[in-house]
């Protein structure tokens, strides 16, 4: 099975949507599933072969306000 998780944040940013992703993710790869992740670029947050960044930079504050 493929999955693509869409969040506005991992870690190391806090945030329960950061840990939260960041863990099912873990979970679903130990089971064999695909994971790929896509979110917003942020200080701290790193890209690899599995986690995607998108749009410019974005501190964390800017990342929790609703708009």
Known sequence: MRVLHVTKKLPPLPGGDATAVSGLARAQRRRGYEVEILAYRAPGVR????THLAGP???AEDLD???
């Open 47 to 50: 890209e690899d072969d599995h």
């Open 57 to 59: 930079m974005h501190s």
């Open 65 to 67: 306000r609703v708009t």
